[in-house]
């Protein structure tokens, strides 16, 4: 009978798949994504397909929002130079990077804050004086929803923050909470465009949600919006929010879905005429870097999804009867192997413990993978973040369960509490990156030794 997999080798395992994670986020580096859509020849400026002679601009603007906003900032500045006219970035706390052509504000995440509204107060001041002979160039990533946050009228910052938490805790998706956000903000949902005053205004996107859906990436504040105020009521009635949710949140709703306030911005709006949008870095990208790392290491890969979604605890689940299908088959590829996914799942909260959806996932997965020897996971934000802590994500394998026994730690507890960070903590099993500035969604990693 094979034995669960000593500490020596779970610890080879466990940098193995930190170099294979590592390789995932060098290879969505933002300055690197940004700096293959970007070049200046000749004065003209070349972004994607199209093509902005310098000469023809009268003021050249960079704004930027978002946890990669700043990074991506970075290869622009260095571009342009002192052809930019004016500038500002929207990052996370701890996200920003020093910028010499743009002040850089940093604000709440995931939920808004009074700087995020200070600092969309300054944004919207800075576009202010835009006009049709004008160039705004924007860097978008994930984490702009919060970080941007501009009420609308009769809903206040308290009752957004309600909002968002609500929709955090009650396992709704990113595109579901995105619809709402779009609704209660005056600049999301295509709106900021509306505030470009005619200029040519052009996003270079980081892509971190399924299926790089422009309208949902940040709320899609530069993109045509197709979801409604009708929307909005059914998810808040699919997860029996109709109860909890503000009182202003659903008055507005309500009077959205009577024509009583404007939609959002939707698609053939004359707005858009002027504005391109192009998705310049995405999971894919992660996923197909990881599996060129994990083969240099000896393990052959197979990228099973880059679109995993659905509760955090069911994902591991399924991830981890396909370990078992590897070790007992060999199918669909034999030991050494290296499954690798990406997406992002949900939890529905049920106590108030600490952690995130990685380390959750990573947690239910050390029940799974308990008969299923030599084999480790790590789920981890790329990001460098996993919910409310300092982790991006955590380990667990065949040898979690045995290990924090011997601690007295009981994986079953941990996780109908939703406490899986302090459980990885006192196993050293916890993922610590720090910012890594960029932000693509999740990246799980399974590897099964031979």
């Known amino acids: 009978m094979i034995q669960p997999v000593g500490s020596k080798r779970f610890t080879d395992l466990k940098r193995i798949a930190s170099e294979i994670f590592s390789a995932g986020i060098k290879a969505v580096d933002p300055e690197i994504c940004v700096r293959r859509h970007l070049r200046l020849d000749a004065g003209v400026l070349q972004i994607g397909n199209s093509s902005f002679p310098l000469d023809q601009i009268k003021r050249l603007y960079l704004i930027g929002f978002g946890k990669a906003s700043a990074a991506m900032a970075r290869p622009v500045e260095a571009l342009l ?18 910028l010499k052509h743009c002040r850089v504000m940093e604000a709440g995440h995931p939920v808004p804050d009074e700087n995020g509204v200070k600092a969309t107060d300054a944004l919207l001041d800075l576009l202010a004086s835009a006009n049709h002979n004008d160039l705004i160039l924007c860097m978008i990533s994930g984490g702009g929803s919060a970080l941007t ?11 957004k923050q309600e909002m968002t938490r609500l929709l955090l805790s009650c396992g709704a998706n990113i595109h579901e909470i995105n619809t709402i956000r779009k609704h209660l903000s005056h600049i999301k949902g295509g709106q900021l465009c509306r505030k470009a005053n005619g200029a040519s205004l052009v996003s270079l996107i980081l892509s971190d949600v399924i299926g790089d859906d422009l309208d949902i990436i940040a709320s899609g504040t530069t993109a045509p919006d197709i979801s ?6 059914t998810i808040l009635s699919r997860y029996s929010l109709l109860e909890t949710a503000p009182d202003s949140v659903l008055r507005h709703m309500s009077e959205g879905c009577k024509g009583q306030v404007d939609e959002t911005l939707k698609p053939g709006a004359s707005e858009f005429d002027r ?48 370990a078992r299908e590897v070790r007992r088959f060999g199918r669909p590829v034999s030991p050494p192997g290296c499954l690798l ?5 949900t939890v529905t909260l049920s106590a108030n413990g600490k952690g995130g959806r990685n380390m959750e996932l990573a947690l239910a997965a050390g029940i799974e993978l308990a008969d299923v020897p030599r084999t480790l996971l790590l789920s981890a934000g790329t990001d460098g973040t996993d919910g409310p802590t300092d982790a991006a994500g955590a ?14 730690l009981s994986v079953h507890q941990h996780l109908a509490q939703h406490n899986s960070y302090p459980f990885f903590q006192q196993l ?16 799980q990693i399974i590897l099964i030794d031979k």
């Open 81 to 98: 130079g002192d052809r930019i006219d004016g500038g500002l970035i929207v990052t996370k706390y701890g996200h920003g990077v020093p």
């Open 428 to 443: 050293s099993d916890l993922l610590v990156t720090g910012p890594t500035r960029t932000n693509v969604m999740d990246l």
């Open 228 to 233: 409604t105020f009708h929307d909005c009521l």
């Open 395 to 408: 380990f667990s394998g065949d040898s979690t369960v045995i290990r924090a026994n011997a601690l007295n």
């Open 149 to 159: 946050p501009a009420p609308v009228k009769g809903v206040d910052l308290t009752d």
């Open 275 to 322: 504005v391109e949008n192009h998705i310049v870095g995405g999971i894919s990208d992660a996923l197909n870097a990881a599996a060129k790392k994990a083969c240099l290491l000896h393990f052959t890969p197979i990228i099973l999804s880059s679109s995993i979604q659905g509760e955090a605890r069911e994902v591991a689940r399924v991830l981890s009867s396909i």
């Open 341 to 345: 996914s990406g997406g992002e799942t």
